[in-house]
């Protein structure tokens, strides 16, 4: 039997992950919301793949950017809020999954 000791996911890619208590799992699906937001990285873009994918290096990366595990993400599955909280304890909160027009 599994026994599952703790939950985390990275609402953001490349961000310190976060905690959770409960998650719905669906299945053949991945962790909902996890890496579901990213930043481009600014670095030389790659062809996209079929199917839209893209090379990772196209966006920020703990890899390739390691400043960025000081960075944490929270993403509010009630509310859709997606928070960003840097280092230096400043923050940042958009609505998430709505396209900016």
Same mark, same amino acid.
């Given at each position: 039997?599994? @026994?599952? $000791?703790?939950?985390?996911? @990275? &609402?953001?890619?490349?961000?310190? #992950? +976060?905690?959770? *208590? ?5 299945? /053949? #699906? /991945? ?6 937001? #990213?930043? $481009?990285?600014?670095?030389? &873009? +790659? *062809? &996209? ?8 290096? *196209?966006?920020?990366?703990? #890899? ?5 595990? !000081?960075?944490?993400? @929270?993403?509010? =599955? !009630?509310? /859709?809020?997606?928070? $960003? $909280?840097?280092? =230096?304890?400043?923050?940042?909160? !958009?609505? !998430? /999954?709505? &396209? +900016? *027009?």
């Amino acid at each position: 039997m599994t @026994h599952v $000791i703790a939950l985390h996911r @990275h &609402p953001v890619k490349g961000f310190t #992950a +976060e905690p959770m *208590t409960q998650v719905a799992l669906s299945p /053949g #699906a /991945g962790l909902p919301r996890d890496r579901h937001f #990213a930043f $481009i990285s600014g670095r030389k &873009p +790659e *062809t &996209p793949k079929p199917g839209g994918w893209v090379q990772p290096r *196209t966006f920020l990366m703990q #890899a390739a950017d390691p400043q960025l595990a !000081a960075f944490h993400a @929270h993403y509010d =599955d !009630a509310t /859709g809020l997606l928070k $960003i $909280i840097a280092p =230096d304890s400043r923050s940042a909160i !958009a609505m !998430a /999954g709505k &396209p +900016e *027009t």
